[in-house]
Structures are given as C-alpha cells and as structure tokens.
C-alpha cells in the first residue's frame, strides 16, 4: 500500500501550527477516502528546537489524531537538519515522503497532482514556484540571480525548487548514503537520480509569524550551497592568478620601453595601486580556499547532522524509529 509521510520543519511555528496541521488533515483524509494514499499515512512534525509552545502543540495534536506524529531534536539542528532527520526517521516506515515547510507557503493542494506523479511511477516530484509574485524585486532578483550563478558553476540544482518535494522510499534510501554534513539538500536530492518530474505550485506569502531566514542565515546558505556542490570558484582561481600574470608582462613590457625610450615612469602611485590590488586579489583567493578547507574539516569530524531527543508516535512507528 502507498503509506505517505509528510515531513515538516518547524522552528517556534506556534502561530501557523494550527492551520497548517487543519489544512494538511483535510488533504490526508481526502487522499485517503480516495485510496491514493493508505489510512496509516501520518503527518510529522519534526521540532527543531522550538522555543515557545510548538512542541507542546504537537504533543497535543497527536493526543487528537494518531495522524500526526512528532520528532524532538535535542536542540536547534536548522532547517535542513532537522528536515533530515525527519526524511530519514520516515524512511523505514513509508513508500513516500513529503517535504514542506510550516508556513503554508508551499501549497498542500499540491500534494495531490505530487502524489498522482508518484503513483505513476515518479521517485521524486520537485514542487517548483511558477512565479514569485509574492517575493519582493529584492528577494526574487537575488534568488534567481543564485540559481543561475550555481548553475553556470556547474552544479545541477532544479531552477526554482526549494525544499517541497516527494521522495519515493528508494529515492530516500539512496539520499541516506550521502553522509555530509554540510547540507544542501536541494543540490543532493538531483544527485540521487531516478526519475523525476515536476509539478508547477504558487508560493504563497507566510501565514503568520516571522521568517526563520534572516538575511544573514540565507547568506552563508548560498555559500553553503555553492562550496557543497563545486569546486569551480578553486579553479577560477587559478584562471585569475594566469590571466594577472598576463597582465604584470604586458605592464613589465611597457615600463622596459619607457625606460629606454627615457620616459621612466616616476611617482609611487601605480607602485602602491598594483601592491594593494594583488593584496586583495590574495586575500579573496585565500578566502575562498579557506571555505573550502573550513568544510573538509567539518567534514571530517563527521559530527552527527541531528540528534533526537524523542518521538511520538503509534507503538510499531515508534519501535522502528528507534531501531
Ligand atoms: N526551520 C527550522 N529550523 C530553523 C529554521 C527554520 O526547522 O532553524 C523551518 C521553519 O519552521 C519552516 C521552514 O524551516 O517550516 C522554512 O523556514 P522559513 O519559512 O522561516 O524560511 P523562508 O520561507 O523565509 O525562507
Ligand atoms: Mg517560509
């Protein structure tokens, strides 16, 4: 039978917590009463931290219905940690996994066109936005500016994805074997394979409360995303370091002329420009390299991604999670 999971992040979410988990019971039960997806598919929330009551919440809505589940981490993992941990805990009980996030900014009646995909045989169904017209200029200009720039350095990302997608139980066996732990998932998940399609959803603007993104967080994920899926920013490097050597001939050249031709160029001016300039030059080169070795020795380390502190769950679940 096709057990579905829904897996959703949530960090201080009291606020979207309760018309999200309203909204997602009526899609579940309606998939159900259809039997496209089994009566034991459960929602999961995966606490990642939580500040205020949103755990308390979950505790509360499984008490309810048995359809929602709950993963505690032991302390703020982010986003997709804690969406791992809550992919990965699913992945021995289910035949596919749903991703979203809290906020009811991906759109659950999405799921359903994701699920008929499944059911003809996709393993993994990207939820991508077909316009962003709620973002700002600001937001969407940086955002697919950033798709573009990952792409062009040679990482396959799917354009305008983020992280609302359903995964086959094969697909999340295979996206277990990845054991980094810097995580972009949506640059491993294309990794994985199988095959894909695509369904086409309006992101709406967040139901309530604040974005758990702040410019800063959102800055070092998009170095996150590009040293963790290549290694081309090391090679232009090098193509700057080739092509300023050309450079430094052409300007030896032209100082030897003058220099005979007895026009010698005077002053410390072009001296202290070319010194600061190549400093600088340096500094960035290093500084991208040092990304780089930042990350292997994380990496190296390898920390574990999550830890849970525990679950709710139905009595088998639970036995499994555990396992
Ligand atoms: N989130 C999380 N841990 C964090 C930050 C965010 O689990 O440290 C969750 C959050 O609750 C939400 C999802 O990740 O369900 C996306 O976060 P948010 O909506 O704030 O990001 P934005 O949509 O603004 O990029
Ligand atoms: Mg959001």
């Known amino acids: 039978m096709n057990r579905l999971f829904c897996v959703i992040p949530c960090y201080n979410e009291q606020e979207v917590l309760p018309e999200t988990s309203k909204r997602l019971q009526e899609k579940m039960e309606t998939l159900i009463r259809k039997g496209k ?11 990642d931290g939580s500040k205020d009551n949103t755990w308390k919440m979950i505790q509360r809505l499984h008490e309810e219905n048995p359809l929602f589940q709950g ?46 995909k ?8 990207y939820g991508v936005r077909s316009k962003r017209a709620t973002d700002t200029f600001f937001k969407r200009f940086t955002a697919e500016s950033y798709y573009k720039l990952v792409n062009a350095l040679g990482a ?4 305008n994805h983020a992280d609302f997608r359903l995964m086959s139980r094969r697909a999340l066996l295979g996206l277990a074997e990845f054991g980094e732990v810097n995580l972009f998932l949506r640059g491993i998940v294309p ?7 695509i369904v086409y959803y309006e992101r709406a603007e967040r139901f309530a409360g604040e974005s758990k993104y702040p410019l800063k967080k959102m800055l070092s994920f998009a170095v996150e995303g590009i040293t963790s899926l290549s290694t081309k ?3 232009m490097i090098t ?12 300007v030896l050249i032209y100082s030897l002329v003058r220099y005979f031709t007895g026009h010698t160029i005077t002053g410390w001016t072009t001296t202290v420009i070319s010194v600061w300039a190549i400093g600088g030059l340096m500094m960035i080169s290093l500084g991208v390299i040092g990304e780089y070795v930042g990350k292997i020795y994380l990496e190296t380390k390898n920390r574990p991604r999550f830890i849970i502190e525990s679950y709710i769950a139905d009595e088998q679940d639970e036995a499994v999670f555990k396992d």
């Open 37 to 47: 997806i089994s009566e034991d598919s459960r929602v999961v929330f995966v606490n």
């Open 118 to 125: 499944f059911l003809e045989g996709a393993d993994v169904v």
């Open 156 to 159: 396959k990302t799917v354009y």
């Open 191 to 197: 990794m994985v394979g199988y095959n894909t399609e």
């Open 71 to 116: 993963i505690n981490l032991s302390k703020n993992m982010g986003h997709q940690n804690a969406l791992l941990a809550g992919l990965l805990t699913a992945k021995d009980v289910c035949d596919a996994a749903i991703s979203m996030d809290a906020d009811l900014q991906d759109d659950i009646n999405a799921i359903d066109e994701m699920v008929d």
């Open 233 to 235: 920013p090391i090679k």
């Open 239 to 250: 193509g700057l370091g080739i092509f300023i050597f050309f450079v430094s001939i052409a």
